[in-house]
């Protein structure tokens, strides 16, 4: 999918996505970013990218500009897209269904996430982000202990940090069990059309497939009970990414 602008004769509506640079493995190795750059993708909504001014408003990436407002925070992101654009993915659910995929969402990126982001950084140290980034912001590159401590100062806060290791993989193995267990069989979490959550879904668990390498989940997704997780990632890029090999740095030409 090109990345292009959807401009009006008033030069408004246009999507700026600011994010990191491309990664060697994924498009983006910041979950939300994949996040919302997979739902401009699936709501059919044209951007533009700009990896030179990642950090947004609020510190973080990724964010975006749209008719001269910047937003950050990919959730307020994508409900702003979705409000100005008339794009509800959900619109079919029911109140029930819509509640069951905020609930697995929350999970995802409110708990989930946190195991991952110890696993890439305290107990893996950072050592993996050479091999799943080319451009490595500065302060990831030269000053990685001082970013390991700085997220080691999260992870106590947020309260995982309390835990030992093997605590925190089992709390993030039951959290893959049940997306597993509720995914089954279906093409995507709420049935056979991708929703909102489908987004921050794959942001995450793109990331724990592609992106932690080493990881102990790694047999669980090739060969074991989390396999139909593997195959649902797979089907969000080949659908909605095939594109996918281009957008790595460099890209992966087969």
């Given at each position: 999918?090109?990345?292009?602008?959807?401009?009006?004769?008033?030069g408004s509506n246009v999507v700026i996505l600011h994010q990191l640079k491309r990664g060697k493995l994924t498009p983006c190795i910041s979950p939300?970013?994949?996040?919302?750059?997979?739902?401009?993708?699936?709501a059919g909504i044209a951007y533009q990218n700009d990896f030179d001014e990642p950090m947004g408003p609020k510190g973080k990436t990724p964010w975006i500009t749209l008719n001269g407002k910047k937003v950050g925070d990919s959730q307020l992101c994508l409900e702003l897209l979705s409000e100005t654009f008339h794009k509800d993915l959900s619109h079919h659910l029911s109140i029930e269904d819509k509640a069951v995929a905020r609930a697995f969402q929350i999970m995802a990126e409110d708990h989930l996430y946190w195991v991952m982001l110890v696993w890439r950084w305290i107990y893996n140290g950072g050592s993996?982000?050479?091999l799943i980034q080319t451009d490595l912001h500065f302060a990831v590159r030269y000053l990685r202990?001082?970013?390991?401590?700085?997220?080691?100062?999260?992870?106590s806060a947020q309260g995982m940090g309390h835990h030992s290791?093997?605590?925190v993989?089992?709390?993030g193995l039951k959290d893959l069990r049940a997306i597993s267990n509720f995914l089954g069989t279906?093409?995507?979490?709420?049935?056979?059309?991708?929703?909102?959550?489908?987004?921050?879904?794959?942001?995450?668990?793109?990331?724990?497939?592609?992106?932690?390498?080493?990881?102990?989940?790694?047999?669980?997704?090739?060969?074991?009970?989390l396999i139909n997780l593997k195959g649902y990632c797979e089907r969000m890029k080949r659908t909605f990414w095939p594109d996918w090999n281009q957008?790595?740095?460099p890209p992966l030409v087969r």
């Amino acid at each position: 999918m090109a990345a292009a602008a959807l401009e009006g004769k008033d030069g408004s509506n246009v999507v700026i996505l600011h994010q990191l640079k491309r990664g060697k493995l994924t498009p983006c190795i910041s979950p939300f970013a994949l996040k919302l750059e997979t739902y401009l993708r699936i709501a059919g909504i044209a951007y533009q990218n700009d990896f030179d001014e990642p950090m947004g408003p609020k510190g973080k990436t990724p964010w975006i500009t749209l008719n001269g407002k910047k937003v950050g925070d990919s959730q307020l992101c994508l409900e702003l897209l979705s409000e100005t654009f008339h794009k509800d993915l959900s619109h079919h659910l029911s109140i029930e269904d819509k509640a069951v995929a905020r609930a697995f969402q929350i999970m995802a990126e409110d708990h989930l996430y946190w195991v991952m982001l110890v696993w890439r950084w305290i107990y893996n140290g950072g050592s993996s982000l050479p091999l799943i980034q080319t451009d490595l912001h500065f302060a990831v590159r030269y000053l990685r202990p001082i970013v390991v401590s700085r997220v080691k100062s999260q992870v106590s806060a947020q309260g995982m940090g309390h835990h030992s290791q093997s605590e925190v993989m089992e709390m993030g193995l039951k959290d893959l069990r049940a997306i597993s267990n509720f995914l089954g069989t279906k093409s995507f979490l709420m049935g056979d059309q991708p929703i909102e959550v489908d987004c921050a879904m794959f942001g995450i668990l793109a990331q724990i497939l592609w992106n932690s390498l080493g990881c102990p989940y790694e047999p669980h997704f090739t060969a074991g009970e989390l396999i139909n997780l593997k195959g649902y990632c797979e089907r969000m890029k080949r659908t909605f990414w095939p594109d996918w090999n281009q957008c790595l740095i460099p890209p992966l030409v087969r």
